[in-house]
């Protein structure tokens, strides 16, 4: 039980380089809580606090993201391994940025806050993870904001989802008006139109009332080039 816990956490970043003896120590002082959900089994709420963290070791799930403001959901598919939201954890703003539900039958495995800060910080292999991940997603925001209008329609297009997706593969469903979407992008929706059913004859997307739906991102951003 004990190695076949530790081979499924070094699959996780935050666990990555821990050594057995680490790993045997953290068993004895951190509660391991394991969770198994349902297909369409809500995991945490958009707006729920972040006081865990939440990691996905078998199945999939989807994030769903409600933007009021810009009038828009956009939902993906997430494979395991996976961790939820680890930068909701801390700062001004501790809830959760989108919804998660399991799509199919999942494994989670759930751990605490204090237990975080009261026990795996004091490991450094734990800490440097924690930080590089913290680190790349600030990276990663400080890029998007300098890149997030410039290029040509495509280019725009392809970064709308880029940005606000959590990654570059896999399944992508983006609920938002025509008018609403060329309104963020800044572009005419004449032409927004146009690439659009461009990408829906090369069978890329799929248009219905108010939805783009993306089987698979990367041929989508490929499309796009």
């Known amino acids: 039980m004990e190695t076949t816990m530790y081979d499924t956490l070094l699959q996780l970043p935050l666990f990555q380089g821990l050594r057995k003896e680490d790993f045997t120590h953290i068993i004895e002082k951190v509660k391991f809580n394991f969770r198994n959900c349902e297909n369409n089994e809500i995991i945490v709420k958009q707006g729920d606090t972040c006081n865990q963290l939440i990691f996905l070791l078998e199945g999939e799930i989807i994030s769903q993201t409600n933007d009021k403001a810009h009038n828009f959901q956009l939902s993906e598919t ?22 998660y539900l399991a799509k199919g039958k999942t494994s989670l495995l759930t751990i605490e806050k204090a237990y975080l800060l009261r026990n795996l910080n004091n490991f450094d292999i734990f800490r440097l993870n924690f930080y590089n991940i913290l680190s790349n ?5 400080q890029w998007k904001l300098w890149n997030a209008h410039s290029g040509s329609l495509k280019e725009k297009l392809a970064n709308f989802f880029v940005f606000r997706c959590i990654r570059n593969n896999g399944e992508k469903k983006l609920h938002i008006g025509m008018e609403d979407l060329s309104k963020l992008i800044g572009e005419t929706r004449i032409n927004v139109s146009k690439v659009l059913n461009d990408l829906r004859e090369k069978d890329v997307i799929q248009l219905k009332r108010k939805e783009i739906y993306i089987p698979e991102m990367k041929d989508f951003l490929e499309a796009l080039q």
């Open 137 to 141: 997603r600030a990276q990663t925001v």
């Open 78 to 99: 997430v494979h395991s391994p996976f961790l939820i939201e680890p930068y909701s954890l801390f700062g001004m703003y501790t809830c959760y940025n989108a919804t």
